[in-house]
């Protein structure tokens, strides 16, 4: 029997993914896995004759086609042997890796995927969409009044914040959960639950000028200002939530405050609000510029049309039972047909098996499409 051809998903160096242990499902961080869609693209290519594993199991140089997750720097200077196909899968946004989405270092890879539209030419660059693990979330249900009425009013879940406001012009929305937080935990911290991995102590002391004021402000007045700041997170926070929980857990408040890391991103939808759909929770979005294009926005609502905390709480807080009904109910019939839609596992891994195969020599092409059917479970 004809070996299967030799791909590699190269990844951070981290033992969560190394190992093929990205193909795993197990908790990463913390925190559920979100590497389903690379678990589903595995079979996929596997079907047609290739075989993909991390870079530790199938080293770049002996793969005729290599998928780069997020790493871009490691290729600036790699020399591809003949026949070679180097693509680019763009998944962190720019908030964390800004130079990873720079055109002129794309110029190495043969296929950029990625979920901004604007950049999308369907001849270097290809579209996918940050796919949801629809399969994994419990069957929708209704909200009665009692549960409504017992719910609390607002949670926030999330390990990231910035809590100084980030430079003119950066996509960053990490402060606006922070200022999110801050407001709450001031006004009305016995309504407002924050869960979270922790807080790194050195948030307590971090803002512009820090390292040199460090240098000259007496110790005394720095502690003073980093336990002003932990007393903002103390008053809301309540621990971390189990990895496989966080659905149980939303589902005890009526909203959640669902804001990405970054905004304007057509496209860059995450779990971040389709946790709250599964658990029939109301998110309070904040990301996307053009959610409505993929979810409807009677299931959720924008932060952008509120100008201040005061004004969104008190939308949240005086909101009856009937309109709360109505935003659930378009949740049941949104959760329903999603399975079956763009954001899904199975609709995104065809795109990504689609641009990587199509990528492929033609000869070597021909070779992996000629047996989709090989039985492969002896390799790897």
């Known amino acids: 029997m004809t070996l299967p051809l030799k791909a590699t998903l190269f990844v951070r160096p981290d033992a969560a993914l190394l190992g093929n242990a990205i193909f795993s499902g197990a908790p990463i961080g913390g925190m559920k896995s979100d590497m389903y869609q690379f678990i ?17 199991i199938h080293p770049p140089q002996e793969s005729v086609l290599v998928l780069s997750l997020d790493q871009v720097d490691f290729f ?14 763009l998944s962190e946004p720019p908030t964390y890796f800004p130079t990873n989405w720079q055109p002129a270092r794309h110029s190495v890879f043969d296929r950029i995927l990625t979920y901004d539209a604007r950049m999308v ?4 660059y290809f579209r996918y969409h940050y796919a949801i693990d629809f399969e994994s979330y419990p069957i929708s249900q209704a909200v009665s009044e009692a549960e409504f009425s017992q719910r609390k009013l607002c949670i926030l879940a999330a390990a990231s914040f910035g809590v100084m406001p ?3 012009g950066s996509p960053s929305l990490l402060y606006e959960r922070f200022s999110t937080l801050r407001w709450f935990a001031a006004h009305h911290p016995d309504e407002f639950d924050f869960f979270s991995r922790g807080v790194n102590p050195d948030t307590y002391t971090s803002f512009r000028g820090a390292g040199l004021l460090k240098r000259w402000l007496p110790g005394v007045v720095l502690r003073a200002i980093a336990r002003r700041r932990q007393r903002i997170f103390d008053r809301v926070y309540r621990g971390s939530i189990p990895p496989l929980e966080k659905i149980e857990y939303v589902r005890r408040y009526k909203f959640a405050i669902a804001y990405e890391n970054t905004e304007g991103l057509n496209g860059y939808l995450t779990e971040k609000l389709f946790d709250c759909l599964a658990a029939a929770n109301v998110p309070v979005y904040l990301g996307d510029h053009l959610p409505a ?7 959720y609502i924008d ?44 609709y995104n891994t065809r795109l990504l098996a689609d641009a990587l195969l199509g990528a492929l020599p033609a000869a070597i092409a021909a070779t992996a499409f000629s047996s989709p059917n090989t039985t492969l479970s002896h390799y790897g």
């Open 76 to 89: 600036q200077d790699y020399q591809r042997s003949a026949g070679q196909v180097l693509c680019l899968m």
């Open 40 to 56: 589903a693209l595995r079979h996929e290519l596997r079907r047609h004759g290739v075989e993909l594993a991390t870079q530790d």
């Open 121 to 124: 030419d369907n001849v270097r």
């Open 293 to 299: 294009d993929l979810v409807p926005p009677t299931c």
């Open 303 to 346: 932060r952008r049309q509120f100008a201040t905390h005061e004004e969104l709480y008190r939308y949240l807080a005086e909101m009856p039972y009937a309109r709360y009904a109505e935003y659930v109910a378009a949740i049941e019939e949104f959760m329903r047909q999603a399975p079956q839609g763009v954001l899904s596992t199975a």
């Open 166 to 168: 980030p430079p003119a």
